[in-house]
DNA sequence: CTGAAAGCGCTAACAA
DNA sequence: TTGTTAGCGCTTTCAG
């Protein structure tokens, strides 16, 4: 049997809602009051039951995460910055694993309502209209972090994933380079796939290069992929002089699939990432990135929550972050 | 207002212990009532109360874990492992970052113990008496991952880390190096500075190989402070052959740092690493390194976590997986 | 197989 | 400044 309020209170010799009120540290107790309240609690080793308190005041002090990939470099950052600030806001945080599994997804949102957590961020690929569905029937507010919703109905902190491309491409062109291969994710997945697609795409369009199917490349984000999707690129017979990844991990597959097969980089292909995960720095050459400020993703989507959850006022609700080009080694295009 | 148990007792003209009856899957339910029942929480949308629940039944489903630092590669693989064997099992997690401060373990503990998780996993650097005082304290299990209680008292599940690098650095002794430097944690570490370093030394020793303070360099686990390492020893009067680095991270940081200064891996310089994180062969050359079965750590810890939740009898509280060194291109020491 | 009723430990009016 | 008293939504005997 733990000890309970109640147990204080006897101790203490005074009504549990005083113990009560100073546990809450509520200022309407006289300081003698406290002070036995507080060797009582100090005597008995008495702990707050969070359940009990939750019940009482329909208040848990904990959000939950749904993540795609905790193990993912990228989203683990991404994490971080949402515990980080979590934790500065006195809430802990309910973490789970969702693998993009749309399924898995909706599942989660339940449990986590269940636990009755006071709100949730969500990081995951496509958002469907069930999504939206589940979100707006959320009792408690939701934020997407580093996660599109098309229509905006929900709120997000993003960078401008097309425009970030976009630019990464643009340089490449600058740079001299017109035959540029792509190495996407699925196009299914609205972020690594079809917006930094299209942003590639339109850089392409604005400087009148045309798109050649045979120079964009699909992978699963992993570091294999990226590596054979260089290799098949290379045996093109007009083989690409540059090549834009959509992820790091990708692009550190892309440079030693080059290596592997005798290609000097940046001398013979300049190769682009994206995220700037630890990774970038950890390659030879190093590797020149989209800068995406992960941990501050993780940071404004968490704080963000905190202000839906007080019920504070905020103008507005989808913010997009900015992004730039970290020039490293595995390019030799002029810095601007 | 949310729909309660009552809510659906009264739509479906029943008490609301028939309704927790069904909601919980007790078999003493006819069919026909648990029908009208399930037809009741379909048609009001009712989520049961997980807070209720926790205090009625004075057990939560969630475990909280601790980690140093989730964007760290290792312990988010680690991670991974945990939350899968727990989804499996039904449990949530609640994930807090300690960075290894011992204040903060001490309070995280608290604030689960408040919010009544059934069970802790904890991983963390030194364990001190006040940790294993708290643990022994805690009224519920707590099993460490990748975590070393040197008395045992605490359950736990590891690799032998000593004898893991005591392995490695025999490889390389067989292998013909005479002249073996070490790039290790701070040796107040208990698994990445000291037991490795001890089995450095002790693999030394067996092989009447004097040990040379100068060969051994401090690490702080990051790449950079890995590269670091390598040039320093490099610069001495007479440098390695060969070095063991204690964490994959810091081999990365080894290897650049040797090609760097213009030495060749592994013709002049042998490099093995510890861990076998996804790193490994994110590199040229990959990466020999002691395999540490991360993932399967967090999941052993987690199932050992949910038998002593179920109260079911374990015969040996302190697990020790295996290792074994994977030999890639950054040795050229023959495989075993 | 089903219902009644007593808590679980705490918060939050409302009184005093 | 302090105490009394309803609940919060559910589980769990105990009866029937």
Known sequence: ???????????????????SRVVNGNPNVKPATRKKVLDAIEGLGYRPNAVARGLASKKTTTVGVIIPDISSVFFAELARGIEDI?????????????????????????????????????????????????FKHSPVPIV??????????????????????????????EGGHQRIGMVSGSLEDPVNGYKKFSGYKEALNKNNITFEEELVTVGDYSYDSGLRAAQSLMKLENPPTAIFASTDEMALGVIHGLQDDGFSVPDQVNVIGFDNTRLATMVRPTLTTVVQPMYDIGAVSMRLLTKFMNKEEVDESTVVLPHRLEYRQSTNIPEK
Chains 1, 2 share one sequence.
Do not use: C, W
């Not at 733990?2 to 549990?16: L, P």
């Not at 006195?90 to 006071?118: A, P, W």
């Not at 972090?145 to 340089?171: G, Q």
């Open 1 to 19: 049997m733990n000890t309970t309020i109640y147990d204080v209170a006897r101790e203490a010799g005074v009504s549990m809602a005083t113990v």
């Open 86 to 134: 979590a934790m500065m806001y006195k809430y802990n945080i309910i973490l789970s694993n969702s693998d993009q599994n749309k399924d898995r997804e909706i599942n989660l949102i339940n449990t986590l309502l269940e636990k009755q957590v006071d709100g949730i961020v969500f990081m995951g690929g496509e958002i469907t209209e069930e999504h939206v569905e589940q």
């Open 144 to 173: 997407l972090a580093a996660t599109v919703d098309e229509n905006k109905e929900v709120p997000s902190v993003n960078i401008d994933y097309a425009d970030a491309a976009f630019d990464a491409v643009e340089e490449l062109i």
